[in-house]
């Protein structure tokens, strides 16, 4: 009898249950389908390296879906794993390492931006023995730069092993390694490791554009892995931990580099040499690595009250301020990881202005901190707007064709930076156009 009872009473909650789990999968398939049209009628892309999948391999686990630091990238629909939102991935590549079944493979996006750097499956340019590696040759991630910066010198190491030319010049490297940030240091480790004679040289300091990024921000979710250190084995790694990384190589004896040196000049000099020019110096090699990366000189907006001492493109330390009328200028991670730093200090009242109608194209972290930032009140996003003028005590803004003022003390800018275009040129790299990037697109169809 009691057995009857309790069967009485878990059939239906078991039922009840199952409706909800069942209808659970099917909201979520149902969504995944839209995303998946979504995506085929804006045909978006990604910014570098993408997932394929196979669905003759795949199961439908779902284990691909979950591990991605920039949310639903894939979604499961049909039993497979699909592309259900493209543009959020910037190639992390959790997806294929979490696949039991190596249904998924990484490959790069069909849409090259202009300016990016024609170059070989070995990251060498349309010029013999200079390569580009990290996020020059267009694949974001600190992560990619790592891996790049070791494999192009494994690359130029078994090249000089087979061919290396003699030379009546004295102190000849066999590389030049321009810019010591992930690459670069990556490189030059490897460079180390296959006992090839290099220097780096650097711009600025050593660590490159991470040494700029605000105290605290997490700049890889990925685990790295450098030559001679091995593996940095942590999911997450702040920007002190990492800086922290670069002193210790900084202290190695063998570590050969050349720092606040900007490189002016590349030219071949002879065959199978090249000149490398700085301001005091220059220096011969057989090969050359661009490291360099591609923000450059940030890019200005080119209105009034721009050059006023109040604005800035860059925040490190946003303890420094407080009780101020902010405005943060941009919609990118940069920009809404400023505006959160700031909005945490005391007193400051944070504005931040986009063009366009939503934050696009940011981490879901970002994502989530923002919008509920906004919810709570303490930051106020004005978007469709544009900065028109800056003066002492304010901005200027047109938003949907009406101009409106904010009483304002300081303003940051993040709208990107200036690719090293013209230095490119210059040395005679050939670059993407549009017009090649739209025939590489009918290529690739």
Not at 59 to 87: M, R, W
Not at 328 to 357: C, F, M, P, W
């Amino acid at each position: 009898m009691n057995f009857l009872i309790t069967l009485c009473i878990a059939v239906p909650l078991a039922l009840f249950f199952l409706r909800r789990y069942v209808r659970r999968l099917t909201q979520n398939e149902e969504h995944a389908w839209r995303m998946v049209e979504a995506e085929r009628l804006g045909s978006a892309t990604a910014k570098g390296m993408h997932p394929h999948i196979d669905p003759a391999l795949c199961i439908g686990c779902g284990s691909c879906t979950t591990v991605c630091p920039e949310g639903d990238v894939l979604a499961l629909a049909g039993g497979k794993a699909v592309i259900a939102n493209l543009q959020r991935c910037i190639g992390h590549e959790r997806c294929a390492e979490a696949c039991p079944m190596g249904a998924i493979t990484m490959i790069r996006s069909s849409r090259i931006q202009p300016g990016t750097p024609r170059l070989t499956d070995d990251y060498e340019t349309t010029i013999e023995n200079l390569f580009i590696v990290g996020e020059l040759g267009g694949l974001p991630l600190i992560r990619n730069a790592v891996n790049q910066g070791r494999q192009c010198i494994d690359i130029i190491a078994k090249r000089l092993s087979r061919k290396r030319l003699a030379s009546s010049i004295a102190n000849i490297y066999d590389v030049v390694i321009v810019g010591a940030g992930p690459a670069g240091i990556s490189a030059s480790l490897r460079a180390i490791e296959q006992k090839l004679s290099y220097i780096t040289i650097e711009a600025d300091e050593v660590g490159g554009t991470v040494a700029k990024f605000p105290r605290h921000k997490v700049v890889t979710t990925t685990p790295l892995e450098f030559p001679i250190f091995g593996k940095l084995d942590r999911t997450e790694l702040p920007k002190e931990h990492l800086l922290a990384f670069w002193d210790m190589i900084l202290n190695r004896a063998d570590f050969n580099v050349c720092a606040d040196s900007k490189v002016l000049d590349v030219r071949k000099s002879g065959p199978g040499v090249f000149c490398v020019k700085t301001a005091t110096r220059q220096y011969w090699a057989r090969t050359v690595v661009l490291a360099t990366g591609r923000a450059g000189n940030p890019k200005k907006l080119g209105i009034p009250g721009e050059h006023l001492s109040k604005v800035m493109y860059r925040l490190i330390e946003a303890e420094h301020y407080t009780n101020k009328r902010v405005l943060v200028v941009g919609g990118g991670d940069s920009a809404v990881e400023a505006a959160l730093a700031l909005s945490r200090q005391q007193g400051n009242k944070v504005t931040i202005s986009y063009r366009r109608q939503e934050f696009a194209r940011i981490k879901k972290r970002n994502a989530q901190s923002i919008g509920e930032s906004v919810h709570r009140g303490v930051i106020e996003p004005i978007f469709e707007s544009i900065p028109t003028e800056i003066t002492n005590d304010s901005v200027a803004l047109e938003v949907g064709g009406i101009s409106r003022i904010l009483q304002n003390d300081l303003v940051w800018i993040f709208a990107g930076g200036v690719p090293p275009h013209e230095f490119l040129n210059r040395i005679g790299v050939d670059c993407w156009t549009p017009s090649s990037e739209t025939s590489h697109q009918r290529a690739s169809l």
